[in-house]
């Protein structure tokens, strides 16, 4: 009988033991349960950070290669802008140097100009000295005459007067300038000729006149004094010479063919 207690007694522990185990491991169970379930979190926890970090660094990279791709079209642009300077560069002091160059043959030629212009002037003042100034038959009024074509050309020179070159034949009237002029009589022998002036309505008749005399007349609204001067009376009843007038004097017309 004391067997069969001892043996009941045995099989209360090993089942109060069993159960105990059984706790244990449904315990331990559970709590695998929730460290899978705790595991499986973190890991969808570092999935997201990890694809979160990998689109992050996508971006960052998209970026990064946008950047470089600009710094280099940057740097393309800069190399392009330094060679068209370099070239504009080139072209500019090309330009200026023959500029420089122009310049120089400017001054060369100013130079000879003033030069000619200093050799005119002094042969003007010589030539001045040699040209003969004579009384008009107005009012005794002296100026310069030209008894020849050189001495005419140095007198055009002087540029204070317009002069107009005629040949008259007698009998016939021959407009000079803006007058009118027609030689009535003509003495080659003596030298001496008549002549008629028609300017502004006006008819002068300048008589038995000599060479080289200055025939001077008012023409013009606002009278200016103009000058006949005859150089030749030759035998064939003609006389040349010049009309000279005031640089503001009226200018003949020039029609001009149709």
Do not use: C
Request: charged residues 25%; proline residues 2%; hydrophobic residues 35%.
């Amino acid at each position: 009988m004391a067997l069969g207690f001892g043996g009941i007694s045995w099989s209360f522990i090993l089942s109060n033991r069993l159960a105990t185990q059984q706790k244990s491991l449904t315990d331990a169970a559970a709590q695998n349960t929730k460290l899978t379930a705790a595991q499986q979190a973190t890991d969808a926890r570092l999935d997201l950070a990890t694809e979160a970090m990998k689109n992050s660094l996508g971006v960052t990279q998209q970026r990064m290669d946008t950047r470089s791709a600009a710094l280099q079209v940057r740097e393309a642009r800069g190399e392009q802008k330094t060679a068209r300077l370099a070239t504009s560069q080139q072209e500019t002091e090309g330009q200026v140097a023959e500029v420089s160059n122009a310049v120089t043959d400017v001054k060369t030629d100013v130079g000879g100009v003033k030069t000619d212009v200093a050799k005119t002037q002094s042969d003007l003042a010589d030539t001045n000295i040699q040209l003969t100034s004579m009384k008009g038959d107005l009012n005794g009024h002296s100026s310069l005459i030209a008894r020849n074509g050189a001495e005419l050309e140095i007198l055009k020179h002087k540029g204070d007067r317009n002069y107009y070159q005629f040949t008259l034949l007698r009998g016939e009237k021959q407009q000079v300038g803006t007058v009118s002029l027609e030689l009535k009589r003509a003495d080659s022998k003596r030298s001496r000729y008549t002549l008629a002036v028609y300017s502004d309505d006006k008819q002068y008749e300048k008589r038995d006149k000599s060479l080289n005399e200055p025939l001077q007349f008012y023409s013009g609204k606002e009278p200016a004094l103009f000058e006949i001067v005859v150089n030749n009376v030759s035998a064939k009843n003609t006389v040349t010479g010049y009309l000279s007038t005031p640089k503001g004097a009226p200018q003949p017309v020039v029609v001009s063919g149709l």
